[in-house]
């Protein structure tokens, strides 16, 4: 294995503060505890944590509406991701954000979308701006299956490509578009696939595998950085939650979620670092990540409300 002991530490801390973060808002959804509509990323943990590690933290990236699992993987503190869920004022956007809109400049998470296929643009903008300014730094953009209907998608991978920006366009196929399978949207054999009329690499990997996706991730930061351009990676991968926490998935055939339950991420981590980490040891780093995460919500709860004299604060640029 060329990956360290040290790194197989990080994925697996970052994962498992990813499954007890979602796990913890499926209660609040369940509970009704905040408003508006929470994502979860339950499932899909292997696709952030591959992809987002191996980037420079200069390096920006755009997500989506189902966004809490990049975050982490990014290593946003959870006390200010729980408040966002709840849009307190102590939140990484000071509660304006909510749960879709995460964004923090400072480590380089330029927002998630509400917007299917919102990010794509802003991330390909981001990388001609890298190139413009002759950087090596690398953008990256992630985005569902059913991001790949929208014109927004297909304008990003030819300006992308045309102009050689440095950006990784990442598509997390679970499978589903809100309620709609795959089959039922898609005419393409893959989503990788669509990346060849545009002159795009693409490669489609094993989503449920941490290292495949960083394998993958770090192929396509090499042709970032050396001028080689956009790159696509499409993980194939699955979301243990609904389209949204309240989803009664009638949709969902029962062997299929179970064959992708035996995938799980978590699962599969351990069987490849069998040998190497003591599961001790990772079962102590995943009751540390729920400690952290009922610490955090602890924090988010007891945060006050945004004040009203804040309404317009960091929505508008101030003008010079
Ligand atoms: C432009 C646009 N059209 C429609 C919607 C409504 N919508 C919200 S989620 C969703 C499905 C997106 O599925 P996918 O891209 O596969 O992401 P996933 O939820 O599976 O992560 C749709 C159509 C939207 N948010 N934006
Ligand atoms: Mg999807």
Known sequence: MTVGRDTLIDLWTRMVRIRRFEDRVATVAANNEADGFLHTYSGQEAVACGVLPPLRDEDWF??????????????????????????????????????????????????????????????????????????????????????????????????????????????????????TYIEYHLNAESISAMAAPYGIPAVQVDGMDVLAVRDAMEEAID?????????????????????YEGDNQLYKPAKEEAWWREQDPLLRFRATVEGIIDSAELDAIDEQAAADVAAAFDIAIAAPWPDVSELTTDVYAPIA
């Open 62 to 179: 755009t997500s989506t509406y189902r966004n809490h699992g990049h975050a982490i993987a990014r290593n946003i503190p959870l006390d200010g991701l729980a408040g966002e869920v709840y849009g307190k004022a102590n939140g990484v956007c000071r509660g304006k954000g909510g749960s879709m809109h995460v964004a923090d400049q400072d480590y380089g998470m330029i927002g998630g979308m509400g917007i299917v296929a919102g990010g794509l643009p802003i991330a390909t903008g981001v990388a001609y701006g890298y190139k413009y300014l002759g950087k090596d730094n690398v953008s990256a953009a992630f985005f569902g299956d059913g991001a790949v209907h929208q014109g927004a998608w297909h304008e990003s991978l030819d300006f992308a490509a045309l102009f050689e920006c440095p950006v990784i366009f990442v598509c997390e196929n679970n499978l589903y578009a809100e309620s």
């Open 223 to 243: 042709r970032g950085r050396s001028g080689g351009g956009p790159s696509l990676i499409e993980a194939m991968t699955y979301r243990y939650g609904g389209q």
